[in-house]
Nanobody, 124 residues
């Protein structure tokens, strides 16, 4: 079993930055590809970014390309989401997730483990 805990969310002005962290239980963390999703009130959970097990491959939704960066540090059992140039429409609860798949996946149903989420609010 893998436990994930997100942190780093908060309130930020438009154009600002936040770095989200997702701390995972130590054992077998490096064997999982990791993803970030977000969910606004009344909306479905949507894909944001994913990173391969090695950290060498990344995948982003078009809405965050050039602004967000996903990375991982297996020594710290942590995956990060650096969010720059934030916009009010980025406001959502952000979730990290882990999958056993070797491919980068964008659908929530392919992920095996989920964190509890962290709130990101971007004000105008």
């Amino acid at each position: 079993q893998l436990q994930l805990v997100e942190s780093g969310g908060g309130l930020v002005q438009a154009g600002g930055s936040l770095r989200l962290s997702c701390a995972a239980s130590a054992r077998t963390f490096s064997s999982y590809a990791m993803g970030w999703f977000r969910q606004a009130p009344g909306a479905e959970r949507k894909f944001v970014a994913a990173v391969s097990r090695s950290g060498s491959r990344t995948y982003y939704t078009d809405f965050v390309k050039g602004r967000f960066t996903i990375s991982r540090d297996d020594a710290k059992n942590t995956v990060y989401l650096q969010m720059n140039s934030l916009k009010p429409e980025d406001t959502a609860i952000y979730y990290c997730a882990a999958t056993n798949s070797r491919t980068l996946l964008s659908l929530p149903r392919f992920y095996d483990y989920w964190g509890q989420g962290t709130q990101v609010t971007v004000s105008s």
